[in-house]
């Protein structure tokens, strides 16, 4: 009698659990700001400082990116990573700031508490995982020491700015899968494919389960152009796209949540609006990225002069050439 209530009550905590297991949370905190960003590098370009204050005060940060950095060629995964790694370079250039204001407004002291005492200052340890978002896998980086952040990556296709996908991924874009001219579209690494209606539930999901305060998206106010031809679209559709997805779904599901949009691309023609400490923080992270990014300008310098050149040539635009505009400006989307 004995034993077969000690194997109950075994079989009723196996249960337990099991569905604690079930349920549990794939992220990491909740609260705080969702970034929405189409390529590696937008949240540090055209969410900054937002995304640096977020970090400052601990808030709850999750950076969903839409599409991979592969250049448009399929054998390129290993750039991809690499463009993800500064990523997370960034953030924990960012968190180490953090940690340091945060430190010296506590001490109200601005000498020794200035960065992490060498006997105490923790490594910050990358750490990729598979979650489960909804029915799909998703590949998520959860930084060592930064338990308020955490990464995710769809890895999908590109497109250029001028909205045309790469023969190398079957000319496979967002803006071709929302304008439901494909059926679907399929991430650069081959591991899954999703519908647009696929698309939806995975980010219904995150919405429903991360339960943030502040859904940072990009410019879904911009018009796409009706087809891929030769003018450039004011925002970069993969921009465009992935705001609108992320509205789309707030709207159809009535998703509680605070929407702040911000301009990309068309920023680049407004007038410089950040204060000297913001610019600087900024420039610094985004150079922390670009340490892992050899094709992007690695200094202001660089850039200023990458600008001059282009703008000479009369280069048609590429995003690259105005990084010294993006790292001056932040403006919200109205």
């Known amino acids: 009698m004995l034993a077969q209530r000690f194997l109950s009550f075994f079989l009723a905590l196996l249960t337990l659990v099991a569905v604690a297991a079930a349920t549990a949370s794939p992220f990491l905190c909740t609260g705080g700001s969702i970034y929405f960003t189409a390529n590696t590098a937008d949240s540090l370009l055209y969410h900054n400082p937002d995304l640096l204050h977020d970090l400052y005060v601990f808030k709850c940060v999750t950076t969903v990116v839409f599409t991979a950095d592969s250049g448009g060629d399929a054998a390129n995964h290993t750039t991809v990573l690499e463009h993800e790694r500064g990523l997370e370079e960034a953030y924990k250039f960012m968190n180490d700031a953090s940690y340091r204001l945060a430190k010296t407004t506590r001490d109200n002291s601005d000498s020794e508490q200035s960065a992490h005492p060498e006997s105490g200052k923790e490594e910050l340890v990358r750490t990729e995982t598979m979650i489960k978002v909804g029915k799909h896998n998703i590949t998520a980086s959860s930084l060592g020491g930064m338990p308020n952040a955490q990464i995710l990556y769809l890895r999908l296709p590109a497109s250029t700015q001028t909205g045309q996908g790469y023969e190398a991924f079957g000319n496979e874009t967002l803006k071709r899968l929302y304008k439901k001219q494909i059926p679907h579209i399929t991430t650069t690494d081959g591991t899954a494919m999703y519908t647009l209606d696929d698309m939806k539930d995975v980010i219904s999901t995150i919405l429903r389960d991360r339960k943030a305060n502040t859904l940072r998206v990009l410019n879904h106010l911009a018009s796409l152009l009706a087809d891929d031809d030769d003018d450039v679209e004011v925002e970069h559709p993969d921009r465009i796209v992935s705001a609108k997805l992320v509205v789309d779904v707030v709207k159809e ?82």
Not at 255 to 278: C, E, H, P, V
Not at 292 to 304: H, T, V, W, Y
């Open 253 to 334: 599901e009535q998703i509680k949540g605070s929407i702040q949009a911000y301009a990309s691309d068309f920023m680049r023609k407004l007038d410089a609006n950040l204060n000297t400490a913001d610019f600087n923080d900024k420039a610094a992270t985004y150079f922390e990225y670009a340490k892992r990014a050899p094709d992007r300008c690695q200094s202001l310098k660089e850039c200023a002069d990458r600008l001059k050149d282009a703008q000479a040539a009369s280069h048609p635009y590429d995003e690259q050439d105005y990084i010294s505009r993006f790292l001056k400006r932040e403006y919200y989307a109205s």
